[in-house]
């Protein structure tokens, strides 16, 4: 299923997307045998950089796992680790098997398997841990190159729409998507409920984390975390609520 980032996708979305990937596979239908050997090349590409862990499963010293992805011609690819614990404080290397990324210790033991794109990688450790990636300060990159939609719609967010709400007190902010209502500031706690998009929640703190802006919200009895920035389609990135409750 497409989704945006905790919140949830509109039909014609599910639609534009499923048409784009059928078209994504009608091209490579057409392509010689040599199409396989360039997707590693790519994959590759894609995913080296830095990644930073999302939940506290696998940190050290209070501080999160960070994985640097190394690109090479080799294989497996080397990686460096940093603040890893568990079953990821021998990870030294990566690869690239049947679209997923296997991270390896030094004898090439298998640590865990990730799915996911450029921005996000999910899977489980051989222990059968969940872990979480997202790419170091990407969503910060990506506001700086390209456009930051406001919520499903089309339009580019502002600047101001951009940066979190001024919190001298309790302030009312606008859902623009469908969003998880969590536990705590971190993607990996505890959903408390889905608020639906014109919903006009009460926002009395924000924080900023590696993974983005997160505000403290009262929705009636439940109080919890919504994230200001997310993901739709896999690749573009939104804004998640507006500052105020003001009609469009």
Not at 29 to 40: F, K, N, V
Not at 41 to 68: I, K, M, Y
Request: net charge negative; charged share 20%; hydrophobic share 40%.
């Amino acid at each position: 299923m497409v989704a945006i980032a905790d919140g949830s996708t509109p039909p014609w979305m599910k639609l534009t997307a499923l048409c784009a990937l059928v078209s994504i596979l009608a091209s490579l239908a057409g392509w010689p045998g040599s199409a396989l050997a360039q997707s590693r090349e790519d994959f590759v590409r894609a995913l080296a950089g830095d990644w930073l862990s999302q939940s506290g499963n696998f940190t050290q010293d209070g501080e999160r796992c960070a994985l640097r992805l190394l690109p090479s011609t080799q294989a497996p690819l080397p990686l460096q680790n940093a603040n890893c614990s568990r079953e990821l404080a021998t990870v030294a290397a990566w690869d690239i098997d049947q679209g997923q990324i296997i991270l390896l210790d030094m004898d090439g033991q298998e640590l865990a398997r990730l799915g996911g794109n450029q921005l996000r990688l999910n899977g489980d450790t051989i222990a059968s841990n969940a872990v979480i990636f997202e790419r170091l300060n990407e969503r910060l990159l990506a506001a700086k190159r390209e456009c930051v939609y406001l919520g499903y719609t089309s339009s580019c967010a502002r600047q101001d729409e951009l940066a979190p709400p001024r919190i001298e007190g309790p302030v009312q902010v606008k859902v623009l998507t469908r969003a998880n209502l969590r536990a705590s500031a971190d993607p990996s706690s505890d959903i408390l409920t889905v608020i639906e998009p014109e919903t006009c929640v009460t926002a009395d703190r924000c924080t900023a984390g590696p993974d983005g802006v997160w505000c403290r919200t009262d929705l009636g009895e439940q109080e919890g975390w919504i994230k200001k920035q997310g993901i739709r389609l896999n690749r573009f990135p939104a804004v998640i609520f507006a500052n105020s409750c003001q009609k469009n």
